[in-house]
């Protein structure tokens, strides 16, 4: 067996929203049984939802395994103990609280408050009191944590004898409901609440301060009900919901296609930041960190070892793919290193160069060893360069180390040094506050940019602190770093405000930065992994930007950059590939054959470079060469419904109909559905 050490950090992360699931009714028995009783009481809204769009059997599987797992408190053992004392509970409540009707217990009021809170603390019971109902009282200590008191009771009472206990509300109920014969009282009052708590004082009083709060030391009047009561009531139905995050569910529902059957129940938290900076030649890269909540490492003989990989994708508003990519990190940690990540975070940070538009990023983070999964999806804006100025928002970090930029390009260095920052602008009071932006664009507008104005405010609006630094830009991208000591301010929230002026001191750009101040003296700081991308000049930075444009759409664009990368390096088959889609589109067809025929007799020849040259051939009506190639592809990687049928139209093309007919047949054989195929062969086998 394998042997993993995982580590957590705690972290928050937003509500998501969902589209609308379908009816438990068409749910099988046993998912149907699952449901509605014995998770009815636990599962949160977002988790019934997604169980409710799940499609089959095995999904719903996957997701038992992975609702369970997600309220583990010892996921590295092999009980999960909170299963174990859920299912304990049910069977307590159907076996002793459902005797005194025929409702099973875990549908009882009692059967629910059990299986929500568990054993109480202690029990009180009134049940012998000729002149009040049964009552039970139900004492529990030790729920603050979960936004509960720190102590309450629950309370039950049994108005009938055919009837079970039901829960006791001091607003809607009111100490009148626990009175046998309150009606016969003389002036009572079904409104008067003081009347009916004196009545009941006068019998029990420990039980009639209890009928008017279920909070041990409320203060209130005796007049009115106590409204606190009320709200624990809701609260204990909401309790189970803050004991677990349920955004793993959502990603099953919406990952299940993509991720592996290992990895669907093992999906865990993240924190994230991502951010968006021009490099030195204008190329924009987003620059991403992700905190996994845990991180698992192997130990195999005495090194700690795992394997990251890293799924991209940036799509398009209207969700259409336009670029994806792959990264796998291996990666071998210390003892050193594993003793830090019992008490700090761990950062994966990267960077991915990006062309101008409005995009989807999503990541998905997959630890191979432990299997385990995380997502990272947010909206980012990537603008075009400008012809007159512009500015990066300013980042923040608690950490600056001066670099050099050449080599390796690496996430959230700019060409001054790299910064280190958290997904969250919070420092510790004895920390200095880091900060970088760029400024960029046309350098004749970049030189009336002469001064820099930082200005540091309180809550309340209160300027802290003003700095101005003279500026000399000579560079189409200004990188700027600063740092300001965090003890002039003490703890609290502020804000950061940058403006860029010119020599008159009229404000040519403006960024603004939130961020607090803890007077805690340290911050577990993270241990940082940066995987790195070629240097500036390589150029698949080019190839990949052309990519984008590519499918954008944007066919001429993409040429420029495809030829760009081809050019600095002719013998890559990829750049290669890219370029002769682009000058097939462009209908340069000559060039292709220049572009991809070195790449022919290649062992490591693509299959795109066998159908481009192909389809160059095709469509220059030199179509026996079509028809070889064609047939070479078909040899070497599979038939394929489009090479079936471009082998039918050259066979058409050189009059060679029985060949043809022979394509086309077998083109339906795989896909009967091509209704213009089937014309085509119809018609040939009239002839």
């Known amino acids: 067996m394998k042997n993993f050490l995982s580590f957590l950090i705690l972290i928050s992360l937003p509500s998501l929203v969902f589209s609308d699931g379908k009816d438990i009714k068409f749910l099988p028995e046993k998912y149907k049984k699952w449901l509605e009783e014995e998770v009815c009481y636990i599962i949160t809204p977002k988790e019934k939802e997604v169980f409710l769009q799940l499609e089959n059997d095995r999904e719903r599987d996957i997701f038992i395994e992975a ?34 009707s025929p409702t099973p217990g875990w549908k009882t009021d009692r059967g629910r408050v059990y299986i929500i809170l568990g054993e109480p603390n202690q029990i009180e019971r009134y049940d012998n009191l000729p002149d009040v109902y049964p009552v039970e009282v139900w004492f529990y200590q030790g729920f603050g944590k979960y936004g509960l008191p720190n102590a309450f009771y ?29 009606e016969m009282y003389r002036g009572a009052d079904p409104l008067d609440f003081e009347f009916a708590y004196r009545l009941l004082y006068q019998i029990k009083p420990e039980l009639a301060n209890k009928a008017v709060s279920l909070i041990p030391g409320e203060e209130r009047t005796l007049r009115t009900p106590s409204l606190a009561s009320e709200v ?9 919901f803050k004991r677990v995050k349920d955004e793993y ?19 865990i938290e993240n924190s994230s930041l991502c951010a968006v900076l021009p490099d030195e030649n204008g190329i924009s890269f987003i620059h991403y960190l992700i905190e996994p909540k845990k991180l698992s490492v192997e130990l195999l003989g005495g090194v700690y070892k795992t394997l990251i990989q890293i799924d991209g994708r940036i799509s398009d508003l209207k969700g259409k793919t336009i670029y994806q990519f792959t990264r796998k990190i291996p990666m071998t940690l210390t003892e050193e290193d594993v003793n830090k990540l019992k008490s700090k975070p761990f950062s994966i940070q990267g960077l991915i160069p990006v062309v101008e538009g409005n995009y989807k990023l999503s990541l998905i983070l997959k630890n191979t060893v432990s299997k385990e999964f995380t997502v990272v999806e947010k909206d980012i804006n990537v603008p075009s360069f400008p012809h007159s100025i512009s500015m990066t928002p300013p980042i923040l970090g608690y950490g600056f180390k001066e670099e050099k930029s050449e080599g390796n390009k690496r996430a959230f260095r700019i060409e001054r040094g790299r910064i280190f920052l958290s997904p969250f602008p919070n420092f510790s009071v004895s920390e200095e506050l880091h900060v970088i932006f760029e400024i960029y664009g046309s350098l004749n507008e970049l030189k009336k940019c002469k001064n820099l104005r930082f200005v540091f405010k309180d809550e309340n609006d209160k300027v802290l602190k003003e700095k101005t630094v003279s500026l000399d830009i000579n560079q189409r991208v200004f990188p700027f770093h600063d740092s300001f000591k965090l003890e002039e301010f003490g703890a609290g929230n502020f804000q950061l405000i940058i403006e860029v002026r010119d020599s008159e001191g009229n404000i040519l750009l403006s960024e603004r930065r939130d961020f607090g101040v803890s007077s805690i003296p340290y911050i577990p700081r993270p241990l940082v992994y940066s995987d790195p991308m070629p240097s500036a000049d390589d150029p698949s930075h080019k190839f990949i930007l052309a990519s984008q444009y590519f499918n954008k759409g944007e066919v001429e664009k993409s040429y420029d950059l495809f030829r760009e990368a081809y050019s600095k390096n002719p013998l890559n088959q990829k750049f290669a590939i890219g370029y002769a889609k682009a000058l097939f589109l462009l209908k340069r067809f000559s060039e292709i054959k220049e572009v991809l025929n070195p790449f022919l007799n290649s062992e490591k020849r693509e299959p795109d470079t066998l159908e481009l040259l192909a389809m160059s051939y095709h469509a220059m009506g030199e179509c026996k060469s079509a028809i070889e190639l064609y047939k070479e592809f078909i040899s070497h990687f599979g038939l394929k419904l489009s090479i079936l049928n471009s082998i039918g139209e050259c066979y058409l093309k050189i009059g060679d109909r029985d060949n043809a007919l022979t394509a086309f047949e077998k083109s339906l054989e795989i896909n009967p559905d091509q209704e213009e195929i089937r014309k085509i062969v119809s018609q040939l086998k009239r002839k």
């Open 154 to 182: 629950v309370v039950f009472f049994r108005r009938d004898d055919s009837m079970d206990y039901e829960l006791y509300s001091p607003v809607k109920d009111g100490p009148k409901s626990l009175l046998r014969f309150f």
């Open 67 to 100: 609702f369970w797992k997600a309220r583990d408190p010892n996921p590295d053992t092999p009980e999960n103990e909170f299963k174990e004392e859920h299912y304990r509970r049910i069977s307590y409540a159907n076996q002793y609280l459902g005797r005194l």
């Open 249 to 267: 569910a959502e990603k099953i529902l919406k990952y299940k296609n993509f991720i592996e059957v290992d990895y669907t129940t093992n999906y």
């Open 232 to 240: 624990l009531l809701s609260n204990i139905s909401q309790f189970p």
